[in-house]
């Protein structure tokens, strides 16, 4: 969280950022065009869970509130997903490597954090299904859990074999909130979808 803050610190809306006048009082844009200002934390989760076309410029918002959007995602948070989806509509992948780098250190520490502990504030298949979201892949997560064979680790596979269990057996992907094709997301859950079958052959 600290590599963010220092990565996006002084980031702002664009000047001309008008936002959706429907969902986002004047007052609440303004904070948005002013940097170094510490935004409410309801905002926040406002302005990451709308869709993208509230905003002439979504990447800008996103890099605005990423340093406390990453602490309220860390701290625990009943949507995860959706604000992971927020992150991918911005091409986070593509920005600058030291922004870039500061999102994906995030991501990875906030898995590999929850995969460490017994009971985190979300789910640890929340996590996991807001990284997929959040990156557009399965892939990194994936090979992150598999390295992971602490105890918590496993409990928390057999957590996530329980959530997925209707989604495994209809062909239904869990990721509700992806950014992408409609053949990507199903890439991405047949990738899951083979591992989890690996893992379970394997207990």
Known sequence: MARVATAFAGMTARADEAGC???FDPDEVELL???????PTDLVRRVV?????????????????LPQLVAVLA??????DLMARGLAAAGWSRWPREQAG?????????????LR???????????FESCVTASSSATPWLARWEAETGPAARRHLADGLGRWQEDLASDCS??????GTEAEEQAAWREVKRWLAGQARAT
Request: charged content about 20%; glycine content about 8%; some cysteine.
């Open 21 to 23: 006048g429907r969902c």
């Open 33 to 39: 065009r002013t940097p170094g200002v510490p935004l």
């Open 49 to 65: 869970k709308k869709h993208p076309s509230h905003w002439a410029d979504q990447p800008a918002i996103i890099r605005r509130i």
């Open 75 to 80: 701290g625990g948070e009943s949507e995860p």
């Open 102 to 114: 500061a999102v994906a250190g995030f991501l990875d520490t906030w898995w590999t954090r929850t």
């Open 117 to 127: 502990t017994k009971s985190p504030p979300i789910p640890a298949y929340a996590v």
């Open 174 to 179: 869990p990721f509700w909130w992806w950014w």
